[in-house]
T-cell receptor, first 113, second 120 residues
Framework: DQQVKQNSPSLSVQEGRISILNCDYT??????FLWYKKYPAEGPTFLIS?????DKNEDGRFTVFLNKSAKHLSLHIVPSQPGDSAVYFC????????????FGKGTRLHILP | GAVVSQHPSWVICKSGTSVKIECRSL??????MFWYRQFPKQSLMLMAT?????????EQGVEKDKFLINHASLTLSTLTVTSAHPEDSSFYIC????????????????FGAGSRLTVL
């Protein structure tokens, strides 16, 4: 049973426009949600996180929105830049799972020139 | 977050041989490290939690005798894929939680660069 779901395997966005990456989860006990960015043949790098008690967190061009009632979060990137082309993983942490992070399958973002 | 070094970044081996992958925490002593595996177009799947000075904790479905984990020091964890077969070909990534753990306020898991294993 997949607890963190990223239903879009890929997304293409024009440079300068907004990129919106979506993530759904099933476990209402998750305490934190994170987004990681991954380039080919490299390890993931942390991008932004949000606590379950908040509904928005912003860091520069990146904003994460959390809708607990819908068990849905999204990552907004604006404006999108060529260097944003990568795979984005949504992840969640539950204090009941002893410091383990559960990842979604990722969404490959292509920024078009 | 931590500074994590993983080696080798790419290894090719013959079927039946064993391969060792190292993960080092360069800037602080890590009592816990995580090992993940990623198949193409798939999620990062946690394989096991490496515990310094004690046995690793394996996730369900991961063969302990196949994937040997040793965390002999506070800065080094190793994953050995024993008697590797082509189906073991994958991208293996280690990660280190921040000092104090993921709930210390800095809930950033730092990943190594990964090791791509190809078994012929």
């Amino acid at each position: 049973d997949q607890q963190v779901k990223q239903n879009s395997p890929s997304l293409s966005v024009q440079e300068g426009r907004i990129s919106i990456l979506n993530c759904d989860y099933t476990n209402s006990m998750f305490d934190y949600f994170l987004w990681y960015k991954k380039y080919p043949a490299e390890g993931p790098t942390f991008l932004i996180s949000i606590s379950s008690i908040k509904d928005k967190n912003e860091d520069g061009r990146f904003t994460v929105f959390l809708n607990k009632s819908a068990k849905h979060l999204s990552l907004h990137i604006v404006p999108s830049q060529p260097g944003d082309s990568a795979v984005y993983f949504c992840a969640a942490i539950s204090m009941n799972r002893d410091d383990k992070i559960i990842f979604g399958k990722g969404t490959r973002l292509h920024i078009l020139p | 977050g931590a500074v994590v070094s993983q080696h080798p970044s790419w290894v090719i081996c013959k079927s039946g041989t064993s391969v060792k992958i190292e993960c080092r925490s360069l800037d602080f002593q890590a009592t816990t490290m995580f090992w993940y595996r990623q198949f193409p177009k798939q999620s990062l799947m946690l394989m096991a939690t490496s515990n310094e000075g004690s046995k690793a904790t394996y996730e369900q479905g991961v063969e302990k005798d196949k994937f040997l984990i040793n965390h002999a020091s506070l800065t080094l964890s190793t994953l050995t894929v024993t008697s590797a077969h082509p189906e073991d070909s994958s991208f293996y990534i280690c990660s280190v939680p921040p000092p104090g753990g993921l709930f210390s306020g800095a809930n950033v898991l730092t990943f190594g660069a990964g090791s791509r294993l190809t078994v012929l």
